[in-house]
């Protein structure tokens, strides 16, 4: 059964930073791209970033790029999401999903929160 | 970036009584691969979403064949053929063709 669980959530104060940590288990994650997506609570999905299975391709949203770095430890069987420069918009519940490019996120997690406040 | 825009955003129904979700896309969805990649994702009160269908028509393991997927090129349909009590929650499409991926802005689905 594919498990995929967050850590790393919390409250930061704007401009600070967090890393949030996705452990997975139950499928080949060095085999599996990896995307993280957030959701406002109440509000709709929105796409944050994506690393393909060996770490070499990565993308971002146009509202995180240059603050977020995604990146993963194959041997650890883990993704990570560097968040810096944190803004106000960027408080959500943060989900690691791993899917196919096209096809987007198969599995999820159960997401954690993030707060950005002083 | 791809614009998706769902309707209706919120779909009363009887249990029982088929369901129809429509997303339309600003720009083709046809991939240089062939592929066209519209995916399905269902979302439940509390929980984490879960893709439904991708690929236009496919659907994900488990999901039941009450769930049908259809279109092409920009305009796209999730059909619930009898509405049933667990299929209460939001639904969103999301267009996997161009960078950034994109979501559907969500259609609630609930009982009469």
């Known amino acids: 059964e594919v498990q995929l669980v967050e850590s790393g959530g919390g409250l930061v104060q704007p401009g600070g930073s967090l890393r949030l940590s996705c452990a997975a288990s139950?499928?080949?994650?060095?085999?599996?791209?990896m995307h993280w997506v957030r959701q406002v609570p109440g509000k709709g999905l929105v796409w944050v970033s994506v690393?393909?299975?060996?770490?070499?391709?990565?993308n971002y949203a146009d509202s995180v790029k240059g603050r977020f770095t995604i990146s993963r430890d194959n041997a650890k069987n883990t993704l990570y999401l560097q968040m810096n420069s944190l803004r106000g918009e960027d408080a959500a519940v943060y989900y690691c999903?791993?899917?196919?490019?096209?096809?987007?996120?198969?599995?999820w997690g159960q997401g954690t929160l993030v707060t950005v406040s002083s | 970036d791809v614009v998706v825009t769902q309707s209706p955003v919120s779909l009363p129904v009887s249990l029982g009584q088929p369901a129809s979700i429509s997303c339309r896309s600003s720009?083709?969805?046809?991939?240089?691969?062939?592929?066209?990649?519209l995916s399905w994702f269902q979302q439940r009160p509390g929980q984490s979403p879960r893709r439904l269908i991708y690929?236009?028509?496919n659907r994900d393991s488990g999901v039941p064949d009450r769930f049908s997927g259809s279109g092409s090129g920009t305009d796209f349909t999730l059909k619930i053929s009898r509405v049933e009590a667990e299929d209460v929650g939001v639904y969103y499409c999301?267009?996997?063709?161009?960078?950034?991926?994109?979501f559907g802005g969500g259609t609630k689905v609930e009982i009469k």
């Open positions: 690929k236009i028509s």
């Open positions: 720009q083709s969805l046809v991939h240089s691969d062939g592929n066209t990649y």
């Open positions: 139950g499928f080949t994650f060095s085999s599996s791209w």
């Open positions: 999903a791993s899917g196919g490019p096209g096809s987007g996120p198969g599995s």
């Open positions: 690393i393909n299975t060996d770490g070499s391709k990565t």
């Open positions: 999301m267009q996997g063709a161009h960078w950034p991926l994109t």
